[in-house]
């Protein structure tokens, strides 16, 4: 990422970021709604498909699948074009497929749109992460990146909580909708205002490929997908665990989330002073406060008094996992930003994915009240890999 910056490093500092980091941040804001926003709605969404809760987590996991498998290769041909002409093209196919799921609400549907858009938001978010970090400037990618991760904030605070209320009153398709909409104006604004970067010089396919060789990298890799699958294992059932075991309405359940997002602000602010300095330990902190805080979750079940509490600091440490795992696997392969940090959506992907459906089948076996404690554990592997890494770079 230094590299990149570095070539940049004269015209950076004339360029102003609160534009761009605005547009970004919105854009990323719609997307990560898009994925996540389901989590919200699962209960909803499987009683009006017909199918079972753990069925309907497969729209997370399905997701996150297709980012894994397709993003890093797509990165690679988007690359090649301008920025804003890959997040114009990206935020319409988010549009178009929002805008199918309602028009065919299904099951086949829901599992289609979410492969494409699965696959489309590496390149996305990836593209649009390198692009900030080149207009900042060398020294300041870390904070640039963390305002287009503002988008992720908004998501968890208002995005996600409000497709809750609007399900409440509208119905489920109704929340697409809104997205679709969301979509084609965020389309609409970087088509019009991102900076013109021009295509970007990128290495060849190959060139780029040979960076996942790296054992480093690898390691990096591992501790994101091990991290959010931790995340995930409990965070894709928190919607089934409030209104299952602490026994939230629609509306206690979107104030929860809302709560939970508004927690997160602190977290990415704090992520954004730390992440240039030491990536690897501040993500090894994360990986602690979430092991401890989702199997205390689990613990407290429905004593309002100790739930809340726990659910504000597993919410910052959960929206601080996203930029510190972003921006430390990009800081690990400076010489080409976008695909390494595709590479790392496409980890965290898998990993989403792979805490899904590991917290499916805690659920399934011991409890929707449980997922916690899955999600406490693999939490605990995450720790013991970031802690290597730290090791590794002392000596």
């Not at 609409?188 to 490929?209: D, E, H, I, N, V």
């Not at 309405?249 to 240039?276: E, R």
């Amino acid at each position: 990422m230094r590299a990149l910056a570095a070539r940049s490093a004269a015209g950076a500092a004339a360029r102003p970021l609160a534009g761009p980091a605005a547009m970004l941040a919105f854009a990323t804001a719609v997307v990560v709604t898009t994925e996540f926003g389901v989590v919200g709605l699962l209960p909803a969404m499987a009683r009006d498909l017909g199918v079972s809760v753990v069925e309907a987590g497969r729209f997370v996991s399905w997701f996150a699948l297709a980012s894994a498998l397709l993003g890093p290769p797509l990165t690679i041909v988007a690359g090649r074009s301008a920025p804003h002409r890959v997040l114009t093209a990206g935020l319409c196919a988010f549009a178009i497929g929002n805008l199918a799921v309602t028009l065919a609400p299904s099951y086949p549907m829901v599992l289609t749109a979410r492969v494409v858009q699965g696959a489309i938001l590496p390149a996305l978010v990836s593209v649009g992460s390198a692009a900030m970090a080149e207009l900042a400037g060398p020294g300041r990618e870390g904070r640039a990146v963390g305002l287009v991760y503002l988008g992720v904030v908004v998501a968890l605070v208002v995005a996600v909580p409000g497709g809750v209320v609007i399900a409440e009153h509208g119905g489920w398709p109704a929340s697409f909708v809104c997205l679709a909409l969301l979509a084609a104006l965020a389309a609409a604004l970087c088509a019009a205002g991102f900076p013109r970067l021009g295509t970007p010089a990128s290495a060849s396919m190959a060139a780029q490929a040979r960076i996942v060789r790296r054992p480093m990298l690898q390691v990096h890799l591992l501790l994101s997908a091990l991290l959010f699958a931790a995340m995930f294992a409990a965070y894709s059932y928190l919607a089934a665990f409030l209104e299952a075991v602490a026994g939230f309405d629609g509306g206690w359940i979107a104030a929860a989330l809302m709560g939970f997002g508004i927690a997160g602000v602190a977290g990415n602010w704090i992520a954004g002073q730390v992440v240039d300095r030491g990536p690897s330990v501040a993500t090894a902190g994360v990986a602690f406060v979430l092991m401890l805080t989702m199997a205390a979750v689990s613990l407290a079940g429905d004593r309002l008094e100790l739930l809340l509490p726990l659910l504000a600091v597993w919410g910052a440490a959960h929206t601080a996992a996203f930029l510190l795992c972003q921006v430390r696997v990009m800081f690990a392969a400076p010489t080409a930003p976008a695909f390494a940090s595709s590479l790392n959506i496409a980890a965290c992907n898998l990993g989403i994915a792979a805490g899904a459906e590991a917290g499916g089948w805690v659920a399934d076996q011991h409890g929707i009240g449980a997922v916690g404690y899955g999600g406490a554990a693999l939490a605990g592997l995450a720790l013991a890999v970031a802690l290597a890494i730290v090791r590794l770079r002392e000596h």
